[in-house]
């Protein structure tokens, strides 16, 4: 009786945290379900470039250079600092510590798939089958009518266990563990786009992810460790300057037309930025191949995307529309925060499309 009554003066339903252990920053959400609404109630960040790392060593294995305690630490710190006080979380896994394959499967019962998907996929993935955990998706085919194609995630149990570990040591409850390319397409391929085959290139700081979606479902994954932090490292050895200056340079000039230094900045930026656009149209010729489509428009997402010049950069090279991906569009908050909210939008995806994962 007392849901029906939360339902009937429309109540908040549920609040949940969405975190994204990304590798420049931590980004958390709160986000709250009122009927079919979700409500952005809390956000912050912390740039991971402002702790002290650990000494060689001392950090854990695959996630980030900071300790499970030191990450706890700074989403304590967030949580704090942002009021957040739910302390229910969902949790990414980064592409870079994922495996992604997809695999064709004959005919065959709900119940038989995670047999055959763990006997299948063993030849891609260099980990044996008793460390991991797979998650899978079908993407093409219906089970017991036709042939199945399946998008198969395998995740070392090692990093599960960190996950597990960070939120004991922050205090939360965690809900539910999810690879942050699915996060990532529920936030920001929304609204008209989910009618649509969509690129989504994702482009962090130490990985860069390109997906294609038709109608919102993930069809093809490819991951590479070429984002923010390359581009700053090249812009860095060229110019014979700090890292830190050289990222200033990267996120401010960025590739529009500049003299001096900045044009210096700029020609080591081109070979990576370059790298990235082929791989973008590698994986969508792959696509073509497979499927006989073409993506019909572009979303970028990531802090990198939101390099000065970055979208012309990509306009020039492709026909399709190119969209700087905005997950705060899915939900609900207070319209003076608009601008400061797009500002920050493409970095966000993943942290939003968890807390949905977390209310849905
Ligand atoms: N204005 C800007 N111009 C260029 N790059 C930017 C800008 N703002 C942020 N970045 C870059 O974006 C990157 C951070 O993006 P993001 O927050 O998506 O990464 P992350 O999720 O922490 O990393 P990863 O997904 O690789 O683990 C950094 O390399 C940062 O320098
Ligand atoms: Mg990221």
């Not at 920053?25 to 002290?52: P, W």
């Not at 063993?122 to 399946?150: A, F, M, N, Q, R």
């Not at 205090?171 to 989504?200: H, N």
């Amino acid at each position: 009786m007392f849901d029906n009554f939360k339902k009937l003066i429309g109540i908040r339903q549920k609040i949940i945290l969405g975190i994204d252990v990304g590798s420049a920053s931590i980004k958390a959400v709160e986000i709250s379900r009122k009927n079919q609404n979700f409500i952005l109630e809390n956000y912050g960040e912390l740039d991971c470039s402002l702790v002290k790392k650990p000494s060689i060593g001392e950090a854990d294995k695959n996630i980030i250079s900071f300790t499970n305690k030191q990450l706890a630490e700074i989403i304590k710190a967030i949580l704090r600092e942002s009021e957040m006080r739910s302390k229910e979380v969902v949790f990414s896994i980064p592409d870079f510590s994922s495996f992604f394959t997809t695999i064709k499967l004959p005919i065959m019962s709900q119940e038989e798939i995670p047999e055959v998907i763990k006997y299948e996929v063993k030849p891609y993935i260099p980990l044996p089958v008793s460390e991991i955990t797979l998650d899978w998706l079908i993407t093409e085919g219906e089970i017991s009518k036709t042939s199945l194609k399946i998008l198969v995630v395998a995740i070392p149990n090692e990093i599960i266990d960190q996950y597990k570990e960070i939120a004991f040591l922050a205090g939360l409850d965690l809900k539910i563990l999810e690879p942050e390319v699915f996060s990532l397409s529920r936030a920001v391929v929304i609204g008209e786009d989910r009618e649509k085959t969509v690129g989504l290139v994702d482009i962090g700081a130490r990985s860069a992810t390109i997906n294609v979606l038709e109608k919102g479902m993930l069809k093809m994954s490819h991951s590479f460790n070429v984002a923010g932090n390359e581009i700053a490292d090249a812009i860095a050895r060229s110019l014979n300057i700090e890292y830190n200056e050289a990222r200033g340079l990267k996120e401010k000039q960025g590739l529009t037309i500049g003299t001096g230094k900045n044009a210096e900045a700029e020609k080591a930026m081109i070979p990576l930025v370059n790298f990235i656009l082929e791989e973008v149209k590698n994986t969508f010729r792959d696509f073509y191949e497979d499927e006989g489509k073409k993506p019909q428009k572009i979303i970028l997402a990531g802090g990198t995307v939101l390099m000065p010049g970055l979208k012309d950069y990509f306009s020039s090279e492709f026909e399709q529309e190119i969209a700087i991906a905005n997950p705060f569009l899915g939900l609900s908050y207070p319209t003076a925060l608009g601008s400061a909210l797009k500002q920050t939008a493409p970095s966000y995806g993943v942290a939003i499309g968890l807390a949905i994962k977390g209310l849905e």
